[in-house]
């Protein structure tokens, strides 16, 4: 595990969980979300943002988490590992609202700078609608990169999480 793709719905976790196996690892993580969005929520261009992905992924390590469905093939595809943390919608809504009351009119860690944390009903129902949405394509795309060779893992509760990431630690 060297080149690792951290995907899933908002609220999976997946900033959590990339810290995390970056302190076992001690790999660089790139949260995409601090990556992509500019101060004031301003949306990094397209162009430039495919060109970033390229650039992150030609590192010999890397964490990188974030979902990105428009781009995701691009770190799949460079990866050695892909870890699709496939949390219940519940679980993600909670754990997004969990977030909005805790950094409330402050900027997350791993969002880029003076993006203060926000929610709005829009990405609630995006949130809703993930596993409906994207789900399906999301699984396809595992299954081809599984069949490519790489390591392919998902985990779908805390307990999974927790228990991955000792059993990580127990091997270093």
Not at 14 to 31: C, M, N, P, W, Y
Not at 89 to 114: F, I, M, S
Not at 139 to 164: D, F, M, P, S
Request: hydrophobic share 40%; net charge positive.
């Amino acid at each position: 595990m060297k080149q690792i793709a951290i995907i899933g719905s908002p609220g999976a976790g997946k900033s959590t969980f990339a810290r995390q196996l970056g302190d076992i690892t001690a790999i660089e993580v790139f949260h995409l979300d601090s990556l992509f969005w500019k101060p004031r929520w301003v949306e990094t261009p397209k162009s430039e943002w495919i060109e970033l992905q390229h650039s992150l992924v030609k590192r010999p390590t890397w964490i990188i988490d974030g979902n990105y469905a428009a781009t995701m093939d691009i770190r799949i595809d460079a990866a050695d590992t892909v870890i699709f943390l496939d949390f219940a919608r519940r679980v993600c809504l909670y754990r997004v609202a969990k977030r909005v009351l805790r950094y409330h009119g402050q900027t997350r860690p791993d969002l880029g700078k003076e993006c203060p944390e926000k929610i709005d009903v829009a990405f609630l129902w995006y949130i809703w609608g993930f596993r409906k949405r994207e789900h399906e394509t999301i699984v396809k795309r595992l299954h081809a990169a599984k069949q490519a060779g790489k390591q392919v893992i998902r985990l779908k509760t805390r307990r999974e999480v927790a228990e991955y990431l000792a059993l990580l630690g127990s091997q270093r």
